[in-house]
């Protein structure tokens, strides 16, 4: 499973557009990247996946450049309850394991 | 149905204590996954079903922990001799088949403190 490196914290004002970009230097030609939100005391729900390019869905858009070596996830007009922590998942769809890394945890502000 | 049930919620227990954790998936979700995350970290894998069949377990699976998913619907999670470092969140998740794997639903979890 691909290693995934992303910002432990990041700080947003209401109506912002947040992005957060997830490093995965090793991903294999099967992986693909996905996102998940978490809230305090909650299990995490999955956001959006891809493979390559662009994927847009209602709550966000993630960017995946050519070489795949990274990727982004788009928040658009961000409101204080998207306040949480979101993971970054590489790895082959039809592997049963899922390696969820320490995460970034974003703060919206009034 | 409506998500990922887990009961219980909560479970405070006295180390060396045994106690088991309950999963229900979503109804026809065929693969049933395990986690246990402590605080400030993100979940780590223990388990994986697909149907009744356990395929992969986790090396942080000691020999106290086993799971079962008897007739491929709920499952159990069974820790024996508890210690204080299995005081943690453990949460359940079910994805069916033909998706991707890691388009899981995860339940509430089980926070279990060991005292």
């Known amino acids: 499973l691909a290693k995934t490196t992303q910002p432990i914290s990041m700080d947003s004002y209401e109506g912002q557009e947040v992005n957060i970009t997830c490093s995965h230097n090793?991903?294999?030609?099967?992986?693909?990247i996905t996102w998940y939100q978490q809230f305090p005391s909650q299990g995490p729900r999955f956001i959006i996946q891809g493979y390559k390019t662009k994927v847009t869905n209602e709550v966000a858009s993630l960017f995946i450049p050519a070489d795949r070596k990274s990727s982004t996830l788009s928040l658009p007009r961000v409101s204080l309850s998207d306040t949480a922590v979101y993971y970054c998942?590489?790895?082959?769809?039809?592997?049963?394991?899922?390696?969820f890394g320490d995460g970034t945890t974003l703060t919206v502000k009034p | 149905d409506t998500g990922v049930s887990q009961d219980p919620r909560h479970k405070i227990t006295k180390r060396g204590q045994n106690v088991t954790f309950r999963c229900d998936p979503i109804?026809?979700?065929?693969?049933l996954y395990w986690y246990r995350q402590t605080l400030g970290q993100g979940p780590e894998f223990l388990t994986y079903?697909?149907?009744?069949?356990?395929?992969?377990k986790s090396r942080l699976l000691s020999d106290r922990f086993s799971a079962e998913r008897p007739k491929g619907s709920f499952s159990t999670l069974e820790i024996q001799r508890t210690e204080q470092g299995d005081s943690a969140m453990y949460l359940c998740a079910s994805s069916p088949s033909g998706f991707s794997s890691y388009e899981q639903y995860f339940g509430p979890g089980t926070r279990l403190t060991v005292t």
């Open positions: 109804s026809e979700h065929n693969r």
């Open positions: 998942l590489v790895g082959d769809t039809n592997a049963g394991k899922s390696t």
């Open positions: 079903f697909q149907n009744e069949a356990q395929l992969e």
């Open positions: 090793n991903i294999a030609t099967n992986d693909y």
